[in-house]
T-cell receptor
Framework: NAGVTQTPKFQVLKTGQSMTLQCAQDMNHNSMYWYRQDPGMGLRLIYYSASEGTTDKGEVPNGYNVSRLNKREFSLRLESAAPSQTSVYFC???????????FGEGSRLTVL | GQSLEQPSEVTAVEGAIVQINCTYQTSGFYGLSWYQQHDGGAPTFLSYNALDGLEETGRFSSFLSRSDSYGYLLLQELQMKDSASYFCAVMDSSYKLIFGSGTRLLVRP
């Protein structure tokens, strides 16, 4: 029962470095999402993919890019990391449309 | 755009009932969801309301009034393990799911 798997779980970057967060789901879900959560805050949508082959901006897309590689995988890339991108990143998936989202365990990113 | 408002913090006694309110503004509306998140954990789904009325799942119930752009989560027979953050979320017509800033529930003995 893997569900939604995110890698890496922890990462420390220096300002200006790039990295990619990987997300894969094994539930044959159509929609996938990337959120960030800052301490004591709610989740803010970065990008989402309503179905394979489509991606759309969320609330806070600046500084990020995404790729929906196939139905299973949805990656998030930081081209030039900034301290403001220090956060916990959650990937989620859903069958389609409204209803339940299934979340990964999160990736804790620190940018120095 | 979308916006959601919910109280930042609620405190209740073990065994009591607590209601967490959520008001929203959104362009297009598919439904209101509720999620629970324990410290250090991932959000987990609690309930979803697409139509007006009350949905009950065990000790948890969720209510929606589309005409008032309002919903609430009702937790009964509170237990210590219910101490967590609770988020309401709305999905708009483009399948974008936006979360509120969360309500931190503290259950006291």
């Amino acid at each position: 029962n893997a569900g939604v798997t995110q890698t890496p779980k922890f990462q420390v970057l220096k300002t200006g470095q790039s990295m990619t967060l990987q997300c894969a789901q094994d539930m044959n879900h159509n929609s996938m999402y990337w959120y960030r959560q800052d301490p004591g805050m709610g989740l803010r949508l970065i990008y989402y993919s309503a179905s394979e082959g489509t991606t759309d901006k969320g609330e806070v897309p600046n500084g990020y890019n995404v790729s929906r590689l196939n139905k299973r995988e949805f990656s998030l890339r930081l081209e030039s990391a900034a301290p403001s991108q220090t956060s916990v990143y959650f990937c989620a998936s859903s069958p389609s449309g409204p209803g339940e989202l299934f979340f990964g365990e999160g990736s804790r990113l620190t940018v120095l | 755009g979308q916006s959601l408002e919910q109280p930042s913090e609620v405190t209740a006694v073990e065994g009591a009932i607590v209601q967490i309110n959520c008001t929203y503004q959104t362009s297009g509306f598919y439904g209101l969801s509720w999620y629970q998140q324990h410290d250090g954990g991932a959000p987990t789904f609690l309930s979803y309301n697409a139509l007006d009325g009350l949905e009950e799942t065990g000790r948890f119930s969720s209510f929606l009034s589309r005409s008032d752009s309002y919903g609430y989560l009702l937790l009964q027979e509170l237990q210590m393990k219910d101490s967590a953050s609770y988020f309401c979320a709305v999905m708009d017509s483009s399948y974008k799911l936006i979360f509120g800033s969360g309500t931190r529930l503290l259950v006291r003995p």
